[in-house]
């Protein structure tokens, strides 16, 4: 039986604020090369996953402490969807070629992710385009960024 304690999940909090990604987690599955990959993720709110997509695999979000904002993109950037994993949303289950981000609100928040193995490293095509680095000023923007938005980086 496996199974996440509350203290591992303090632990794994702790983990990401010392982190210089600001970011942990710990796998629930056995090897890279499982067939389903299952992790639950410390994030803290300075830090965010840069706008991606999976072409091979859905991918499945569950909030196990904390709220994140997860935006839902379109090819060329603009905001399709926005839910607060945590707040409005218990889950959040995204099809296989979804450009998406994810933001953690609070201190402490930890996200569960399922999605298809084996695992695959995100390829440089599957980095969005439009967004070169993370910054304070997209950091702001992806709190507040609603259906319609789109990012504009300035010079």
Request: with cysteine; hydrophobic share 45%.
């Amino acid at each position: 039986m496996k199974q996440v304690l509350a203290s591992d999940l303090d632990q794994l909090a702790c983990s990401a604020q010392s982190s210089p990604r600001r970011r942990a987690n710990l796998n629930m599955h056995e090897e890279l090369s499982d067939p389903v990959q299952r992790l639950a993720i410390a994030m803290e709110p300075d830090t965010f996953v840069r706008p991606h997509r999976h072409r091979q695999t859905w991918e499945l979000l569950l909030p196990l402490r904390g709220r994140f904002v997860v935006l839902l993109f379109d090819d060329q950037g603009v905001v399709t969807g926005r839910t607060v994993l945590g707040g409005e949303t218990a889950l959040l289950e995204m099809p296989a070629g979804q450009w998406h981000a994810v933001l953690s609100l609070d201190v402490g928040g930890v996200i569960f992710e399922v999605k298809r193995g084996p695992y695959q490293p995100i390829d440089g095509a599957d980095f969005a385009p439009w967004v070169a680095a993370q910054s304070p000023a997209l950091l702001d923007w992806f709190g507040s960024a609603r259906p319609g938005d789109r990012f504009v980086e300035r010079a």
